[in-house]
Protein backbone atom coordinates (compact mmCIF):
# COMPACT_ATOMS: atom_id res chain seq x y z
CA UNK A 1 0.00 0.00 0.00
CA UNK A 2 1.81 2.63 -0.79
CA UNK A 3 -0.20 6.45 1.21
CA UNK A 4 -0.20 9.80 -0.14
CA UNK A 5 2.00 11.52 1.46
CA UNK A 6 5.22 9.06 1.07
CA UNK A 7 7.37 11.30 -0.96
CA UNK A 8 8.25 14.64 -0.85
CA UNK A 9 5.88 17.06 -2.80
CA UNK A 10 3.12 14.91 -2.06
CA UNK A 11 -0.15 15.98 0.16
CA UNK A 12 0.61 15.84 4.07
CA UNK A 13 -0.12 12.51 5.57
CA UNK A 14 -2.84 11.31 8.55
CA UNK A 15 -1.32 10.56 11.88
CA UNK A 16 -2.72 8.39 14.60
CA UNK A 17 -3.83 11.44 16.59
CA UNK A 18 -4.70 9.71 20.22
CA UNK A 19 -1.99 7.58 19.69
CA UNK A 20 0.48 10.81 18.59
CA UNK A 21 -0.80 12.53 21.90
CA UNK A 22 0.11 9.38 23.93
CA UNK A 23 3.90 9.14 23.18
CA UNK A 24 4.80 13.09 22.06
CA UNK A 25 6.19 14.03 25.89
CA UNK A 26 9.40 14.09 24.10
CA UNK A 27 8.58 16.62 21.66
CA UNK A 28 6.47 18.82 24.60
CA UNK A 29 9.47 18.71 26.16
CA UNK A 30 11.55 19.91 23.10
CA UNK A 31 8.62 22.85 22.81
CA UNK A 32 9.18 24.24 25.88
CA UNK A 33 12.63 25.95 25.70
CA UNK A 34 10.98 26.79 22.19
CA UNK A 35 8.31 28.75 23.68
CA UNK A 36 10.68 30.31 25.93
CA UNK A 37 12.03 32.34 23.58
CA UNK A 38 8.99 33.67 21.91
CA UNK A 39 8.13 36.99 23.91
CA UNK A 40 4.64 37.45 24.79
CA UNK A 41 2.61 40.51 26.56
CA UNK A 42 -0.50 37.74 26.98
CA UNK A 43 -2.74 39.34 24.31
CA UNK A 44 -1.58 38.35 20.88
CA UNK A 45 -2.75 35.92 18.49
CA UNK A 46 -0.36 33.30 17.78
CA UNK A 47 -0.50 30.99 14.85
CA UNK A 48 0.47 27.29 16.22
CA UNK A 49 1.90 26.48 13.03
CA UNK A 50 1.62 21.75 12.57
CA UNK A 51 -0.54 21.91 15.87
CA UNK A 52 -0.72 18.01 16.10
CA UNK A 53 -3.20 16.71 19.40
CA UNK A 54 -3.01 20.31 21.06
CA UNK A 55 -0.48 19.57 23.53
CA UNK A 56 1.70 22.93 22.80
CA UNK A 57 -1.51 25.17 21.64
CA UNK A 58 -2.15 24.86 25.14
CA UNK A 59 0.87 26.06 26.46
CA UNK A 60 0.94 28.68 24.40
CA UNK A 61 -2.63 29.41 25.69
CA UNK A 62 -1.80 29.38 28.73
CA UNK A 63 0.86 32.05 28.20
CA UNK A 64 -2.18 34.02 26.13
CA UNK A 65 -4.52 34.47 29.26
CA UNK A 66 -6.13 37.96 26.64
CA UNK A 67 -5.10 36.21 23.68
CA UNK A 68 -5.96 33.77 21.10
CA UNK A 69 -4.07 31.07 19.52
CA UNK A 70 -4.79 29.92 15.52
CA UNK A 71 -3.95 26.04 15.43
CA UNK A 72 -3.54 24.42 12.14
CA UNK A 73 -2.92 21.16 11.07
CA UNK A 74 -3.00 19.55 7.63
CA UNK A 75 -4.09 15.93 8.92
CA UNK A 76 -8.57 16.08 10.17
CA UNK A 77 -7.17 13.00 13.01
CA UNK A 78 -4.79 15.63 14.54
CA UNK A 79 -7.28 18.35 14.40
CA UNK A 80 -10.05 17.00 15.35
CA UNK A 81 -8.11 15.59 18.60
CA UNK A 82 -6.95 19.10 19.37
CA UNK A 83 -10.19 20.64 18.97
CA UNK A 84 -11.45 18.01 21.90
CA UNK A 85 -8.14 19.10 23.88
CA UNK A 86 -8.59 22.57 23.71
CA UNK A 87 -12.21 23.03 24.19
CA UNK A 88 -11.81 24.47 27.44
CA UNK A 89 -10.76 27.81 26.09
CA UNK A 90 -13.54 28.25 24.36
CA UNK A 91 -13.15 31.06 21.27
CA UNK A 92 -9.50 31.35 22.39
CA UNK A 93 -8.56 28.39 20.48
CA UNK A 94 -9.34 28.48 16.69
CA UNK A 95 -8.57 24.92 15.32
CA UNK A 96 -8.46 24.70 11.26
CA UNK A 97 -7.62 22.36 8.94
CA UNK A 98 -5.35 23.69 6.49
CA UNK A 99 -1.65 22.83 4.57
CA UNK A 100 0.72 25.22 5.70
CA UNK A 101 1.74 25.58 2.33
CA UNK A 102 -1.15 27.23 0.77
CA UNK A 103 -2.18 29.83 3.53
CA UNK A 104 -2.19 33.31 1.60
CA UNK A 105 -3.01 36.05 3.83
CA UNK A 106 -4.86 36.77 6.98
CA UNK A 107 -8.48 35.38 5.28
CA UNK A 108 -6.94 31.82 4.50
CA UNK A 109 -6.94 31.61 8.56
CA UNK A 110 -10.75 33.22 8.64
CA UNK A 111 -8.83 36.01 9.60
CA UNK A 112 -9.18 40.68 9.77
CA UNK A 113 -5.55 40.87 9.95
CA UNK A 114 -2.42 39.29 10.27
CA UNK A 115 -0.95 37.09 13.26
CA UNK A 116 1.27 38.78 15.35
CA UNK A 117 3.47 35.62 15.93
CA UNK A 118 3.99 32.13 14.74
CA UNK A 119 5.29 28.99 16.50
CA UNK A 120 5.74 25.90 15.72
CA UNK A 121 7.39 22.77 17.04
CA UNK A 122 8.22 19.46 14.90
CA UNK A 123 6.67 20.20 12.00
CA UNK A 124 8.16 22.20 9.11
CA UNK A 125 10.45 18.69 8.53
CA UNK A 126 7.55 16.74 7.36
CA UNK A 127 7.14 19.77 4.75
CA UNK A 128 9.43 19.15 1.93
CA UNK A 129 8.95 22.63 -0.17
CA UNK A 130 10.17 25.39 2.78
CA UNK A 131 10.09 28.01 0.32
CA UNK A 132 5.97 27.49 -0.35
CA UNK A 133 6.37 27.05 4.09
CA UNK A 134 8.06 30.39 4.28
CA UNK A 135 6.05 32.37 1.75
CA UNK A 136 2.50 31.06 3.20
CA UNK A 137 3.97 31.92 6.97
CA UNK A 138 4.96 35.55 5.70
CA UNK A 139 1.44 36.10 4.30
CA UNK A 140 -0.12 35.50 7.52
CA UNK A 141 2.43 37.45 10.20
CA UNK A 142 2.23 40.97 10.69
CA UNK A 143 5.49 43.27 9.51
CA UNK A 144 7.84 42.73 12.81
CA UNK A 145 5.59 39.58 13.86
CA UNK A 146 8.32 37.01 15.19
CA UNK A 147 8.63 33.34 13.69
CA UNK A 148 9.59 31.47 16.21
CA UNK A 149 10.04 27.42 15.57
CA UNK A 150 11.84 24.33 16.05
CA UNK A 151 12.08 21.08 13.47
CA UNK A 152 14.25 18.15 12.49
CA UNK A 153 17.43 19.80 10.78
CA UNK A 154 20.63 18.48 9.30
CA UNK A 155 21.29 14.61 10.94
CA UNK A 156 18.53 14.14 12.61
CA UNK A 157 17.32 10.73 14.03
CA UNK A 158 20.42 9.19 11.52
CA UNK A 159 21.48 6.35 13.65
CA UNK A 160 17.91 5.70 13.90
CA UNK A 161 17.07 6.00 10.23
CA UNK A 162 20.02 3.62 9.67
CA UNK A 163 18.84 0.86 11.93
CA UNK A 164 15.72 1.28 10.31
CA UNK A 165 17.26 1.16 6.94
CA UNK A 166 18.96 -2.24 7.53
CA UNK A 167 15.38 -3.72 8.01
CA UNK A 168 13.84 -2.15 5.15
CA UNK A 169 16.13 -3.65 2.82
CA UNK A 170 15.44 -7.16 4.06
CA UNK A 171 12.72 -9.20 2.48
CA UNK A 172 9.53 -8.85 2.29
CA UNK A 173 10.01 -5.16 2.93
CA UNK A 174 12.53 -4.17 0.43
CA UNK A 175 10.03 -4.74 -2.59
CA UNK A 176 7.91 -1.96 -0.67
CA UNK A 177 10.81 0.59 -0.99
CA UNK A 178 11.18 0.15 -4.35
CA UNK A 179 11.72 4.21 -5.55
CA UNK A 180 10.48 5.28 -2.26
CA UNK A 181 11.49 8.56 -1.16
CA UNK A 182 11.63 9.79 2.70
CA UNK A 183 9.32 12.47 3.15
CA UNK A 184 11.33 14.57 5.77
CA UNK A 185 13.28 17.29 5.10
CA UNK A 186 15.62 17.84 7.63
CA UNK A 187 17.26 21.35 6.27
CA UNK A 188 20.67 23.13 7.62
CA UNK A 189 20.72 26.19 9.07
CA UNK A 190 22.56 27.99 6.14
CA UNK A 191 20.28 26.60 3.40
CA UNK A 192 17.06 28.05 6.20
CA UNK A 193 18.57 31.27 6.48
CA UNK A 194 18.74 31.83 2.70
CA UNK A 195 15.08 30.44 2.45
CA UNK A 196 13.82 32.41 5.20
CA UNK A 197 15.54 35.70 4.01
CA UNK A 198 14.23 35.04 0.49
CA UNK A 199 10.78 35.24 1.63
CA UNK A 200 11.14 38.17 3.27
CA UNK A 201 12.21 37.69 7.02
CA UNK A 202 14.58 39.70 8.60
CA UNK A 203 17.18 39.40 11.96
CA UNK A 204 16.96 35.00 10.64
CA UNK A 205 18.57 33.32 13.40
CA UNK A 206 18.80 29.15 12.46
CA UNK A 207 21.11 26.68 14.72
CA UNK A 208 21.64 22.95 15.36
CA UNK A 209 20.86 21.50 18.26
CA UNK A 210 21.51 18.11 19.19
CA UNK A 211 18.58 15.89 21.46
CA UNK A 212 18.61 12.46 22.34
CA UNK A 213 15.38 10.99 23.07
CA UNK A 214 14.62 7.37 24.68
CA UNK A 215 11.10 6.96 24.27
CA UNK A 216 9.21 5.48 27.23
CA UNK A 217 7.32 3.27 25.05
CA UNK A 218 9.73 2.48 22.34
CA UNK A 219 6.88 0.44 20.47
CA UNK A 220 4.14 3.08 20.15
CA UNK A 221 6.69 5.85 19.63
CA UNK A 222 8.36 4.04 16.65
CA UNK A 223 5.14 3.35 15.07
CA UNK A 224 3.33 6.23 15.46
CA UNK A 225 6.15 8.93 14.65
CA UNK A 226 9.60 7.20 13.79
CA UNK A 227 8.64 4.50 11.25
CA UNK A 228 4.86 5.18 10.45
CA UNK A 229 5.72 6.81 6.86
CA UNK A 230 7.59 3.15 6.38
CA UNK A 231 4.29 1.07 7.55
CA UNK A 232 2.68 3.60 4.80
CA UNK A 233 4.37 1.64 2.50
CA UNK A 234 3.36 -1.34 3.58
CA UNK A 235 0.54 -3.83 3.76
CA UNK A 236 -1.18 -4.43 7.46
CA UNK A 237 -0.29 -7.39 6.87
CA UNK A 238 3.28 -6.73 7.39
CA UNK A 239 3.08 -3.73 10.08
CA UNK A 240 3.94 -6.01 12.85
CA UNK A 241 6.77 -8.22 11.65
CA UNK A 242 8.26 -4.94 10.29
CA UNK A 243 7.96 -3.29 14.29
CA UNK A 244 9.21 -6.38 15.67
CA UNK A 245 12.20 -6.94 13.39
CA UNK A 246 12.71 -3.35 14.00
CA UNK A 247 12.38 -3.17 17.72
CA UNK A 248 15.04 -6.37 17.29
CA UNK A 249 17.39 -3.86 15.14
CA UNK A 250 17.85 -2.01 17.75
CA UNK A 251 18.05 -4.84 20.28
CA UNK A 252 21.06 -5.69 18.80
CA UNK A 253 23.03 -2.01 18.65
CA UNK A 254 25.80 -1.34 21.38
CA UNK A 255 23.22 0.31 23.31
CA UNK A 256 20.80 -2.45 23.07
CA UNK A 257 17.90 -0.07 23.16
CA UNK A 258 15.89 2.44 21.09
CA UNK A 259 17.96 5.43 21.37
CA UNK A 260 16.95 8.56 18.89
CA UNK A 261 19.37 10.89 18.18
CA UNK A 262 17.31 13.84 17.82
CA UNK A 263 18.80 17.25 16.22
CA UNK A 264 16.77 20.12 16.49
CA UNK A 265 16.87 23.05 13.98
CA UNK A 266 16.19 26.23 15.96
CA UNK A 267 14.75 28.79 13.80
CA UNK A 268 14.28 32.76 14.88
CA UNK A 269 13.30 35.68 12.90
CA UNK A 270 11.03 38.47 11.86
CA UNK A 271 8.84 39.42 9.63
CA UNK A 272 9.51 42.70 7.41
C1 LIG B 1 5.20 15.62 14.83
S1 LIG B 1 3.71 16.50 14.66
C2 LIG B 1 4.03 17.94 15.68
C3 LIG B 1 2.80 18.42 16.38
C4 LIG B 1 3.03 19.46 17.47
N1 LIG B 1 3.47 20.72 16.94
C5 LIG B 1 4.05 18.94 18.48
O1 LIG B 1 5.16 19.52 18.58
O2 LIG B 1 3.74 17.98 19.18
C6 LIG B 1 3.83 17.19 13.03
C7 LIG B 1 2.54 17.78 12.57
O3 LIG B 1 2.75 18.51 11.37
C8 LIG B 1 1.58 18.39 10.60
N2 LIG B 1 1.88 18.74 9.20
C9 LIG B 1 2.72 18.11 8.35
N3 LIG B 1 2.70 18.72 7.15
C10 LIG B 1 1.83 19.76 7.25
C11 LIG B 1 1.39 20.76 6.35
N4 LIG B 1 1.84 20.83 5.08
N5 LIG B 1 0.47 21.66 6.78
C12 LIG B 1 -0.01 21.60 8.06
N6 LIG B 1 0.39 20.67 8.96
C13 LIG B 1 1.29 19.77 8.56
C14 LIG B 1 1.20 16.94 10.78
O4 LIG B 1 -0.12 16.66 10.38
C15 LIG B 1 1.47 16.74 12.26
O5 LIG B 1 0.34 16.99 13.04
Not at 185 to 204: K, Q
Request: with cysteine; proline share 8%; hydrophobic share 45%.
Amino acid sequence: MSAPGASPGSAPREWDAGSYHRVSTPQQQMAVAVLERLPLRGDEVVLDAGCGSGRISEMLLDRLPDGKVIAVDASEKMVERARDHLAGFGERASVQVADLTALAGPESLDLDAPVDAVLSTATFHWIADHDALFAALASVLRPGGRLVAQCGGRGNIDSARGVVATVQAQAPYAAHFAGWEPPWHYASPEDTTERLERAGFVEVDCRLRPWPVVPDDPEEFLRTVIIAPHLDQLPPSLHDPFVADVLEAFAATESGQVELDYVRLDIDALSS
